[in-house]
């Protein structure tokens, strides 16, 4: 399969969206967090004025938004409901429509940037360290390690990575336990917990506000066009209109929409490559042929390594930071959290493997082009049968560095609710398909290791056998180790038929091609672009840690830009 074809892949196979509505229980703990300021964009005014107009209330929008209103009027814009007053912790899909947005359904792990990471990004290293501190307070907790967990530790350690850095949060080579974002009770805490955190007066959120373009004034001579507000839908289909406060170049929008929602936004508003915008009838405010280049995804390849003892539920809390360029990871027990919905989700809760399931998408069996809506429909159809004995055991993944290969984001149509067409092209720089290669080869060692042998079938034969007796079948629709004697695929091959997504999305904004240190678009005035769509390398091993940090880290110098200005106007 093209590379193209294999980043399509990804995308188009789980773009089914979900939104939680505002119901009676979340409205009451909305109530409780004291979020009085979160209301329903059918409630909004048709006009409307603020200083700063946000985006996303992801996980960069809601602590970016809570750090502002701590001076200003500010408005939070986000397209999907409340997280809370839902029992579940997130919904299956692969671009969050929630408030709080990614934080809401991942794998909960949270570790810092590397120091190496801050210095090329040019950030003030005082107040990274300031701003990862704040965020630290609110959400993040030490891990309970369960045994599972702990022989994934152990079995890292024997296959080389080393060393053993024990519990920290920053990011080092070697074995460490990291942070994650669920308390001790096992409940979710997400971005929108900053929220807590800001002037109840001064920030308003609307919920289910699509936002369909950015509106410029006018350039006067040979100035740049001018951000000056948004124009937003609410779910009946009604235009508001919301602008940005007189008072100078002080007052900005403010996009943090994420990977495919920042640059879909900039180019619906006429920020983009020409000949694209012209392809959709869309007006050039600014040629900027940056847009929704250089997109990438972090290839992930995962094993299930079944069980023959009974394994408890955990999420990521073990990562081994390899020195050839792959991060390893491991979830066990079924489900990882992530439930199915609707009805027979109950009856089904045990029978499904969340994020590496069928049912989101993904299906490592077989090679992307053969990824169909039919083929997952067969997948998990067969996994729905099967014994809750037969999901014993638990995933194993690795994800590469950086990664090298990168591809683009183009729209579909003008509709802001329709998904832009991404390509991601895994894989297509055969460096990181090394890195894939050795990363697979570092979980064959952790597996045949002596500290994860109570956890693991001696071979595939004896796997096979329990498999026959647990759940009247052999096969299983995701990839087991040990790997069949017959599956002879040199692991270059086995790298590309077998990768997924971990929904680390990046890219599409860099710095210093459509936006400058600043976090500034290039070429217009009174715009921003704060979030993953300005990362040219995912950071760390897993990167919400830096992205709700980049929103309070910016949140932070915006306001100090604001206050020197106005002391600068005030003295002329």
Known sequence: MSADHMGRAALILATVLGS?????????????????????ARDAPLVSYYNYIIVGGGTAGCPLAATLSEHSRVLLLERGGL???????????????????GSCLNAGFYTRASSAYVRASGWDHRLVNASYRWVERALVFRPGVPRWQCALRQGLLEAGITPDNGYTLEHVPGTKIGGTIFDRRGRRHTAADFLRQAHPRRLTVFLHATVSRILFRPAEGLARPVASGVVFTDPLGVEHH???RRGGSKNEVILAAGTLGSPQLLMLSGIGPRLHLEKHGIRTIHDQPGVGQGVADNPMNSVFVPSPIPVALSLVQVVGVTRFGSFIEGVSGSQFGIP??????????????GMFSPMTGQLGTVPP?????????????????????????GFILEKILGPLSTGHIELRSTDAHANPAVTFNYFRDPRDVERCVRGIEAIERV?????????????HTAMEAAFRRAAGTAYFPVNLLPRHSRDTRPLQQYCRETVMTIWHYHGGCHVGGVVDRDYRVMGVQGLRVIDSSTFKYSPGTNPQATVMMLGRYMGLRILKERWIRKGAEDKH
């Open 20 to 40: 939680f509505c505002i119901s009676a229980a979340a409205s009451q703990e909305a109530q409780r967090y004291n979020f009085r300021f979160v209301r329903h």
């Open 83 to 101: 997280p809370y007053g839902n029992r579940n912790d997130g919904v299956v899909n692969a671009r969050a429509r929630v408030l709080g947005g």
């Open 242 to 244: 919301v602008y940005l």
């Open 340 to 353: 199915l919905h609707g009805r027979g989700a109950a009856r089904h809760a045990a029978r499904n493997f």
């Open 369 to 393: 082009r053969e990824r169909t809506p039919e083929a997952m429909r067969r997948a998990a159809e067969v996994m729905r049968r099967l014994d809750r004995r037969a999901f014993r055991g």
């Open 447 to 459: 597996a045949r290791s002596r500290a994860f042998s109570r956890f693991t079938y001696a071979n």
